[in-house]
């Protein structure tokens, strides 16, 4: 998956430019809601138990406050409410751009 070549924040989504000139908007909450980290998802261990994680919550007025990209295949965004674990493909960034819209 290509990385993004733009990312801005507009209003309270975060939009991203791809190569081949789709743009994907993902709101915050929807962004913050589907973080892959361990410390929201949870973890699994070699017998399938899965550990951790946070019970589904309503992230509405939560912020991205900034954002790295993480090599070739990832970007990390940071949030008002402090996190900032998440490594988010490329491609579940695309997925979450391209989900419909609530």
């Not at 507009?10 to 430019?17: D, K, N, Q």
């Not at 929807?30 to 699994?44: I, K, M, N, Q, W």
């Not at 900034?66 to 402090?82: H, L, P, V």
């Amino acid at each position: 998956m290509v990385a993004p070549t733009d990312i801005q924040l507009i209003g309270t989504e975060v939009a991203l430019r791809w190569a081949d000139g789709t743009e994907s908007f993902i709101s915050f909450a929807t962004l913050r809601a589907a973080s892959p980290s361990a410390e929201v998802r949870g973890e699994r261990d070699i017998f399938g138990h899965q550990y951790g994680g946070e019970a589904p919550r309503n992230y509405v007025g939560v912020e991205v406050t900034g954002w790295e990209r993480i090599g070739n295949y990832a970007t990390r965004f940071e949030f008002s409410d402090g996190h900032r674990t998440g490594l988010y493909s490329h491609e579940l960034l695309r997925q979450l751009g391209e989900a419909p819209k609530e």
